[in-house]
C-alpha cells in the first residue's frame, strides 16, 4: 500500500450528505454537508411525509425555510439570516388561507403584524425592534374597524379610538405611557356626546360630566386620583337640580 493509499484511509473524506432515519428506516432527515456542517437545503419527514424545508448555511438557519400540513400543502414560511428570522413570516391555515404575516429583522419583530382569522384580517400592528410602536388596529366581523390605538415603547402612547357600527366613534382615550392621561369622551351609537370625564395616570381625576341624549347636562361629579370628591349635581331633563 502507498503512502498516499495509507493516508487517504487514516484520513476519509469527509461525508458530503447526512441522513437520519425513524425505527422503521424511513428518512427523517437528509441534507447536503460542507467541512462537516450542514450547508444547503434540508429536508425533513414524519412517518414518511415532508414536514419542512430548510436552507442552512454553516450549520445556521439560513434563507427561506418552509412548513408543510401534512395534506402537503404550505402552513408556514419564513426567512433567517444568520440563524434569526429576517424578513417575512407567512403562516396559513390548512385552506391555504393568512393567518398571521409578520415582519422580522435580526430575529425582532419590526414592521406590520397582520392576524387573521377565516382568511379575514382582525388585528393590524406595527412593531419596531420587538415593541408595538405606532398604530395597531383591530377589526370586526364586518371588516371595519372597531380600535385604532397609538403605541410608544410597547405601551399605549397617544390617542385610542373605539369604533360601534358604520364605523361612528363611541369612545376616545388618551394615554400617556400605557396609562389613561386626559380628557376621556364616550358616544352614543349615534355619535352624540354622552360623557366626559378627565383622566390623570389611569384614574378619574377632575369633572366629569354626563349628559342626555338631547345634549343637555345630566350629571356633574368631580374626582380625586380616582376616588368621588364631594357630592355629583344632578339635573332633570330641563336643566333644574
Excluded: W
Excluded at 400605557?178 to 351609537?189: A, K, R, S, T, Y
Amino acid at each position: 500500500m502507498s503512502d498516499a493509499e495509507t493516508s487517504a484511509s487514516a484520513n476519509p473524506p469527509a461525508p458530503t450528505e447526512l441522513v437520519e432515519h425513524d425505527e422503521e428506516g424511513r428518512v427523517t432527515m437528509q441534507g447536503p454537508l460542507h467541512e462537516g456542517k450542514k450547508h444547503g437545503e434540508f429536508c425533513f419527514f414524519a412517518a414518511g411525509k415532508l414536514t419542512q424545508k430548510a436552507n442552512f448555511k454553516n450549520d445556521l438557519l439560513d434563507g427561506e425555510t418552509v412548513d408543510y400540513f401534512p395534506n402537503g400543502k404550505v402552513s408556514q414560511r419564513l426567512h433567517f439570516a444568520a440563524g434569526k428570522m429576517h424578513g417575512l413570516l407567512r403562516r396559513f391555515d390548512d385552506q391555504g388561507r393568512p393567518e398571521l404575516i409578520a415582519a422580522y429583522q435580526a430575529g425582532e419583530l419590526h414592521g406590520d403584524l397582520l392576524t387573521y382569522e377565516n382568511g379575514q384580517m382582525v388585528r393590524q400592528q406595527h412593531y419596531v425592534k420587538g415593541k408595538k410602536h405606532g398604530v395597531g388596529i383591530i377589526y370586526g366581523p364586518d371588516g371595519q374597524p372597531t380600535l385604532s390605538a397609538n403605541h410608544q415603547n410597547d405601551k399605549r402612547h397617544g390617542e385610542a379610538v373605539y369604533f360601534g357600527a358604520h364605523g361612528v366613534v363611541i369612545r376616545r382615550e388618551p394615554y400617556q405611557e400605557g396609562l389613561i392621561h386626559g380628557l376621556v369622551q364616550e358616544f352614543l351609537p349615534d355619535g352624540r356626546l354622552r360623557e366626559t370625564c378627565q383622566y390623570q395616570a389611569g384614574k378619574p381625576h377632575g369633572e366629569q360630566l354626563v349628559y342626555y341624549p338631547s345634549g343637555k347636562l345630566q350629571k356633574r361629579a368631580r374626582y380625586e386620583q380616582g376616588a368621588p370628591s364631594g357630592n355629583p349635581e344632578l339635573f332633570d331633563e330641563k336643566g333644574r337640580p
